[in-house]
C-alpha cells in the first residue's frame, strides 16, 4: 500500500472513529466510508463510478480505487487520465505529459490539444494538429509528468542552449522544469525512461511577453492568448485602389485645396498562421535556435523570409501558405514586398516578437512595404525598428532564392527619407475596417499630401486616426 493511499484509509478510520464517540452508538455500525463523501479521494469521479467502472477512449471498463485519486501513480488524477483519454490502470498511459496553465501564454500555438477545457501536451495525438510538442516562455515553469519510478532528461539540440534542469516533486508526482527569464530560446528534447520503456516531447522555447506595454498592444501587435480571436493572426498592410483611381484631386472633390491631392487605399487583412506548425516547426524555430535576444532573431527570421521567398512584383497572396509555397497558389515563385513583409511580420510574432508591416509613398508615384519589429539593439534603447526579408526584385525565379538578399533591422527614422511618409497600423486598429483581398466595400482611409511638413516631419491621415503616421 503506498503513503499516500495509508494516509486516505487513516483519514476515513479516523472519520469513523469520530463518528463513534460524537454520534449514537446505535448508527455506528451503519456508518460506510463513502458516506462522508461522493467523491471521497477528490479525483474529480464519484465513488459509485469508480467501483462500478468507466471507459473513454483509451478503453474500460476501468476500475478505479474510491480511495487513491491517482489509482496509477503518474501524476494525473484518475478523473483527469477519464478526460485526456488515458489508462488510469497504467502507469506508461500518457507515460509524459505537460498540463497547460495560464502563465504559460501559449494555447493558441498547435501542439496543445483540448479536452473539455483543458490543454495538455500529450505524445498521442488523437487530432490531426497534435505532434508531440509543446511550447513554453522564458521565464515559465512547468510541470513534466510520467510514472513514479521514471527518470527524466532533457537533451539541447545544439550545445549554445541553456540547459534546464528538472526537479522532482513528490508530493505532486512530477517534474518540475524552470526556464530562466534570460535563457536561450530553441529547441529540446524531453525524454521520460522506466527501463527499456520511453516516451519524448519536444519542447519549444520562444521569448516572453512585454511586461510595460499595453494589454492592447500586446493582443493586437504580438498575441492575444484567446483561440477564438484571430485578431493577432491578422497582418494588416495597404492596399492601393484600382489602377487609375487611386488619386484624387480638385476636380474629383471640391474640398481637396487647388494643386493637392489624396490617395485612396484600404487595409487588408493578411493571415499570417504564426501558431500553425508550417510557419512555427517549419521556419521560425530552426531560424532562432540557441538566440538569446530579439535583435539577433529578427535578423535570423529576415533571412529564412529571403531564403524561401522569390520576388517578381506583382503577384499578391492573402496568407502565408501561399507566400511559401506560390507555386501551388498560382503557379509561379513570384511574390511582391506586401507579402514578404506581412510573412516577415508573422515570423516575429511566432518567435514571441511584435511586428507590423509598414510602408511609404515614394511621392504618390509607388509604393513600398517592409516590416517593423518591436525591438532593440545591443545597448540601445527598446524601440520600432524596421528590416525587410527580401533586399531587391529578383525573378521571375523557379525555385526559391537562396542568396542573402535581407535587409537588417535599423532605425525607421532615415530609412525612407526621400518619401512623403511612413504609414502602419497601430494598436487598437479596428478589425472591422479591415478588408479581405476579396471583399472591398468601402475606402479605408486617404492619405493626404498637403499640410506636410518635410523639415518640421509633419503630415496627417485624414480620415483615420488608427493608421499611424511616421513620418521621417
Not at 499595453?214 to 492596399?239: C, G, M, Q, R, W
Amino acid at each position: 500500500m503506498t503513503i499516500k493511499k495509508s494516509f486516505v484509509y487513516l483519514f476515513v478510520t479516523l472519520s469513523l472513529l469520530s463518528s463513534a464517540f460524537l454520534g449514537s452508538p446505535t448508527q455506528v455500525h451503519a456508518q460506510e466510508w463513502n458516506d462522508l463523501s461522493t467523491d471521497v479521494d477528490g479525483d474529480g469521479l464519484p465513488n459509485a463510478v469508480e467501483e462500478d467502472g468507466w471507459y473513454n477512449a483509451a478503453g474500460g471498463p476501468y476500475v478505479t480505487d474510491p480511495l487513491d485519486a491517482d489509482s496509477d501513480n503518474d501524476g494525473l488524477t484518475d478523473g483527469r487520465e477519464k478526460l485526456y483519454d488515458s489508462n488510469p490502470l497504467n502507469d506508461h498511459s500518457p507515460g509524459i505529459y505537460v498540463e497547460y496553465e495560464e502563465s504559460f501564454q501559449t494555447k493558441e500555438y498547435f501542439p496543445w490539444q483540448l479536452y473539455g477545457n483543458q490543454y495538455i501536451a500529450i505524445p498521442y495525438p488523437l487530432s490531426p494538429w497534435g505532434n508531440d510538442s509543446l511550447v513554453v516562455r522564458r521565464g515559465t515553469t512547468f510541470s513534466v509528468g510520467g510514472p513514479a519510478d521514471a527518470v527524466i532528461e532533457i537533451d539541447k539540440s545544439i550545445g549554445e542552449l541553456t540547459t534546464l534542469t528538472p526537479v522532482r516533486d513528490h508530493c505532486a508526482g512530477r517534474w518540475n522544469v524552470y526556464v530562466p527569464e534570460d535563457a536561450t530560446v530553441g529547441i529540446y528534447t524531453i525524454t521520460v525512461e522506466d527501463g527499456s520503456w520511453s516516451k519524448s516531447l519536444n519542447l519549444y522555447v520562444i521569448f516572453e511577453l512585454p511586461t510595460h506595454m499595453s494589454d492592447t498592444f500586446v493582443d493586437d501587435l504580438l498575441y492575444n492568448d484567446d483561440p477564438d480571436n484571430v485578431k493577432d493572426e491578422k497582418a494588416i498592410h495597404y492596399a492601393e485602389h484600382m489602377e487609375g483611381q487611386r488619386e484624387y484631386e480638385t476636380d474629383d472633390y471640391a474640398w481637396i485645396p487647388e494643386d493637392e491631392w489624396i490617395y485612396h487605399g484600404y487595409a487588408w487583412q493578411f493571415d499570417t498562421s504564426q501558431y500553425k506548425d508550417f510557419i512555427f516547426e517549419d521556419h521560425v524555430m530552426p531560424a532562432i535556435n540557441g538566440l538569446d535576444n530579439t535583435w539577433d532573431a529578427a535578423n535570423a527570421l529576415g533571412q529564412r523570409a529571403d531564403e524561401n521567398t522569390c520576388i517578381a512584383w506583382p503577384q499578391y497572396y492573402s496568407n502565408a501558405w501561399c507566400v511559401l509555397n506560390p507555386f501551388a497558389c498560382s503557379g509561379n515563385y513570384r511574390n511582391e514586398c506586401t507579402t514578404v513583409a506581412a510573412l516577415l511580420a508573422g515570423f516575429n510574432r511566432s518567435a514571441g516578437i511584435p511586428a507590423r508591416p509598414m510602408w511609404t509613398d515614394w511621392i504618390h508615384s509607388t509604393w513600398d512595404h517592409s516590416t517593423e519589429v518591436w525591438t532593440k539593439p545591443e545597448g540601445g534603447q527598446e524601440d520600432w525598428y524596421v528590416m525587410r526579408g527580401y533586399n531587391s526584385y529578383e525573378g521571375p525565379c523557379t525555385t526559391p532564392q537562396t542568396v542573402e538578399g535581407y535587409v537588417a533591422l535599423r532605425s525607421t527614422s532615415g530609412w525612407y527619407a526621400g518619401g512623403y511618409g511612413i504609414y502602419t497600423v497601430s494598436e487598437g486598429w479596428p478589425e472591422s475596417k479591415a478588408n479581405n483581398w476579396w471583399s472591398v466595400n468601402e475606402d479605408e482611409y486617404r492619405m493626404a499630401s498637403w499640410d506636410f511638413d518635410k523639415g518640421a516631419q509633419i503630415a496627417k491621415i485624414v480620415k483615420y486616426d488608427w493608421w499611424e503616421t511616421r513620418f521621417v
